[in-house]
């Protein structure tokens, strides 16, 4: 039985609660000011957390609609959202696949090429994960929320995060310091000077103040913005609502 003592990840609550109002898509860039935890919605936080720590640095933990495992959540992370209402019910790995390939498209937009989709929904550079996303469905409503490593704190992850009960077959073990790599690089355009930084080979110093969190999530907003964030592939589903157009990006 899921234990539901822990508040809800209320962010994007108000973007669900006006894409049902008015059948909009809604889009939204942001990032936190303060660090939480983030349980899917059947993890168990005494399988996938170290409680203790978490209850020690007064870090919350919150539980989100969409599954998956737990995740921390810092100021180094960029969060995308998407609200799509007039979807029938059903087809969750082709809504993560059109999804997926849209915020690729994005970041490939704002200068930072290179990344793959990896085990369902994970964003990679190279064999280092960069991002997750997990997925809520709600009749005819379609919740979608990834998260960026732009410049993620990995020794708080290490601290609060157990080794996940479930990985995806290309984590092949490793540990997250081992698995976790970062967006936060210098603007250079090879793939493969790219992925040396993110996996940390030859980090130059200041390298993370190339690329912050701030400043990844101003661009990727402007760059989601001019791209329609319900492609076709989600589109000829939809049996109504406005599905194709932004309300609101914020």
Known sequence: MVDSSFPRYAYDDDLIAAARRDEWTRVRVYR????????????????ELN???????????????????????????VIVSVVVTGL?????RQ?????TAWLIDGLTRIGIPGIDQAGICDLVLGDRKVGGAC??????????????LIDPDVDKVIRYLKHPPR???????????????????????TRRRRIAVATGVDRPAGATDGAGAL????????????????????????????????????
């Open 167 to 189: 990985e995806p077959e290309y984590r092949r073990g490793r540990s997250h310091a081992a698995f976790m790599g970062s967006l936060a690089v210098p603007v250079v355009d």
């Open 32 to 47: 936190l000011t303060d660090t939480v935890v983030v349980l899917g919605s059947g993890s168990r936080p005494e399988v």
């Open 88 to 92: 029938p019910f059903g087809r969750h």
């Open 215 to 250: 400043q990844v999530a101003a661009r990727l907003r402007r760059a989601l913005h001019a791209v329609d964030p319900v492609p076709h592939g989600l589109a000829a589903m939809a049996h109504h609502g406005r599905v194709g157009g932004i309300s609101a990006l914020v």
């Open 95 to 99: 809504h993560f696949d059109t999804l």
């Open 135 to 148: 997925l809520h469905r709600c009749r005819d409503l379609l919740y979608y929320s990834a998260s960026l």
């Open 51 to 77: 409680l203790d720590a978490c209850r020690a640095d007064d870090v919350p933990v919150l539980r989100r609609r969409g599954g998956g495992c737990a995740v921390v959540l810092d100021p180094g992370n």
